[in-house]
């Protein structure tokens, strides 16, 4: 088991700049704990910061295996968040249940949601499809509102939620391991070359051609449905996440804005490319964060993140993500095997890749 592990190492992920990029990134993240200890006395507020970039992070690429890969474009998926992080607060305080409880039933429980989302839209398309998930958080929320506060706290949201762990750092590293797991889980159910999982190839089928996909005899209903249910189930963990890390949960998790920065997020990074969201977020939200603590500059933050959006996707319309791979990697036009841009054959099939 571990040769083989080694050996798809050597022949899958050296050989590959993008992805030995990816590993330098994930060792850097999980170093960065050591580094901050050592530079800075107290370093809670920076891992925070990187806690939830991280938890954004798995919302983010949710998004874009529904989006960007099934092609049934959401406007509102803050829905699935949203109840994910109250579900988690519920079971807390109305049944004492740990974290180690409620995240999974959470989660659960967020799968069903997009699920029940699901069907009404089956029989739509684009744009009404945006349409109906970018009105149901917004409907959910105002009914949160709206209900007593003993019941689901109003506009104030469920507070008092226990961490993670004892310490910023025990909390960093647990949402590090479910980031980084649940990318490499999406990452796995949306690659089309896979010789195991299909549904990324069926994805792609149904994104860009619907009625020929279901011509050629796939289940289209069946694989728009599990789209929702995977989107779901992570923006689920993400939403029980925060509501640990940030110890409440509330109407504001269902706002538009984080539908919206979801989207940004993910075009900013490269869309239909899983690694594109994370990038995304590790690049736009420490920034907005950092700009959040300087008084002069706050009143800005959103201002200056904007023309910094614009000004990058003006020079790289494919995402910052996309475009890097672009430019150091090239797809074998036989057997599709990515390779170092600057080889002249493929380290596979021989073929000329210039």
């Known amino acids: 088991m571990v040769r083989r592990l080694l050996g798809d190492f050597r022949w899958s992920i050296l050989p590959v700049p ?16 050591l580094i901050t200890h050592a530079l800075i006395a107290d370093d809670d507020g920076i891992l925070l910061t990187f806690t939830i970039t991280c938890i954004y992070a798995i919302f983010a690429v949710s ?17 699935c968040f949203g109840c994910g992080a109250y579900i988690s607060a519920i079971l807390y305080l109305r049944f004492h249940l740990p974290p180690t409880a409620t995240i999974p039933i959470a989660t659960v429980g967020a799968t069903l949601i997009g699920v029940v989302t699901c069907l009404p839209a089956l029989r739509l398309r684009a744009p009404y499809i945006s349409l109906l998930t970018m ?53 796995k159910l949306t690659d089309a070359g896979s010789r195991y999982i299909r549904t990324g190839l069926i994805f792609h089928a149904i994104r860009e ?27 689920g963990i993400a939403g029980a996440l925060i509501a640990h890390v940030t110890n409440g949960a509330s109407p504001d998790h269902f706002s538009l804005l984080i539908s919206f920065n979801a ?12 690694y594109g969201g994370v990038v ?41 993500a ?33």
Request: proline letters at 6%.
């Open 135 to 187: 009105a149901l958080p917004v409907i959910l929320a105002s009914i949160i509102k709206e209900l007593p506060r003993e019941w689901l706290g109003g506009k104030y949201g469920l507070p008092h939620i226990p961490p993670l762990a004892h310490t910023a750092t025990g909390t960093y590293y647990i949402c590090l391991i479910v980031m980084a797991v649940s990318v490499l889980i999406m990452w």
């Open 63 to 79: 998004w874009d295996l529904l989006s960007g890969y099934s092609g049934q474009i959401s406007f509102g998926h803050a829905l």
């Open 209 to 235: 051609d619907e009625i020929a996909a279901r011509a050629t005899g796939i289940n289209t209903i069946r694989y728009k449905i599990l789209a929702f249910a995977f989107s779901g189930f992570f923006a």
């Open 280 to 320: 995304g977020v590790f690049a736009l939200y420490p920034i907005l964060d950092l700009l959040s603590q300087y008084q002069a500059i706050s009143p800005y933050r959103t201002l200056i993140v904007t023309v910094i959006i614009i000004v990058i996707l003006l020079f790289m319309p494919e995402g910052v």
């Open 322 to 354: 996309v475009w890097i791979r672009d430019k150091i990697e090239r797809e074998c036009p036989r057997c599709k095997l990515g390779n170092v841009a600057w080889r002249k054959e493929c380290r596979a099939c021989g073929a000329p890749l210039h």
């Open 263 to 274: 989207i940004i997020w993910v075009v900013f990074g490269g869309i239909v490319s899983i």
């Open 18 to 33: 993008g992805r030995v990029l990816a590993v330098i990134f994930f060792v850097l993240l999980f170093i960065l704990p």
